[in-house]
């Protein structure tokens, strides 16, 4: 099954006029009382009600679309996931996942325009795999991890390279305003395992190209590892960390430009596709 949140622009759903919607090929169905994907995955019966939803429909061709969850209560990031990315970045494989956050104020949905900050000249793209969460948990164990996964989605953990490497804490380069695609999409676990091949491409050059399955932490580990510390919550989302091919580690070091498209795609969970705009 595939969700998504829809922009309405007629104020149904929340006060900005949006509302969850399930995709059924070329139509969009919606799930009527809940505004986002989030607010449904909040209710503890939120698969069956998605799937009976008969509401009113739209074409999904040329749906305007919001973050797939826009207001999710965390945004957990992994960093250093992938070996190809560990090696170009230098580092070492890590014995223990690589944890930052982001907040809701960074995501943008799947066509959105993406925001270059006036302040920084070193935006890099890092596409990555994001794990919903769908059951609430605390010291989940790694067996018991898939049956707190709702699903998979997109993401862009687009990074301001040098505002993260002014201090060793990476938070103030990964979490600006309006910089963080996430969709279009999210695709059930009984239709998504960890595996296909994972894309981002800048006005059509690819510049990543690896398998999600090539992680170092699987998404099971990491949820078992990250509810040790703190619960995790339906509409959560850990986004994985991202493979070789990122701007900062090229020769010369290559960064987003105004004007430039960025795509990102997961066979079997869709493609984000964004255009880079200067801040005003």
Request: glycine share 10%.
């Amino acid at each position: 099954m595939r969700l998504l949140t829809l922009r309405t622009g007629n104020g149904t759903g929340t006060a900005n006029g949006t509302v969850a919607v399930r995709q059924d090929g070329d139509t969009l169905t919606e799930i009527d009382g809940f505004a986002d994907v989030g607010e449904l995955l909040r209710s503890s019966d939120w698969e069956a009600t998605a799937k009976a939803a008969n509401g009113a429909t739209h074409p999904a061709e040329g749906a305007d679309l919001d973050a797939v969850v826009p207001s999710p209560g965390k945004i957990i990031c992994v960093g250093h996931n992938y070996r190809n990315h560990i090696k170009e970045m230098g580092r070492e494989v890590p014995e223990f996942p690589t944890l930052f956050a982001k907040y809701q104020e960074s995501l943008i949905g799947p066509n959105d325009d993406l925001a270059l900050p006036q302040e920084s000249d070193a935006v890099d793209w890092e596409a990555e795999l994001a794990v919903v969460i769908g059951k609430k948990g605390r010291r989940i164990s790694e067996a018991d991890a898939a049956d707190h996964i709702a699903g998979y989605a997109v993401l862009n953990d687009v990074s301001m390279r040098d505002y993260q490497f002014r201090t060793i804490q990476w938070l103030q380069g990964k979490t600006w305003e309006k910089s963080t695609p996430f969709g279009p999409a999210l695709v059930t676990k009984d239709e998504f395992t960890a595996g296909p091949l994972m894309t981002s491409a800048v006005d059509g050059e690819i510049q990543q190209q690896t398998p999600t399955g090539d992680l170092v932490f699987t998404p099971e580990y990491l949820v078992s590892y990250i509810s040790t510390i703190i619960t995790l919550n339906p509409g959560d989302v850990i986004a994985t960390g991202t493979p070789g091919g990122v701007g900062h580690a090229q020769d010369p070091k290559r960064y987003l430009q105004e004007g430039q498209i960025l795509v990102t795609t997961i066979e079997g969970l869709g493609q984000l596709k964004n255009r880079v705009v200067k801040e005003a």
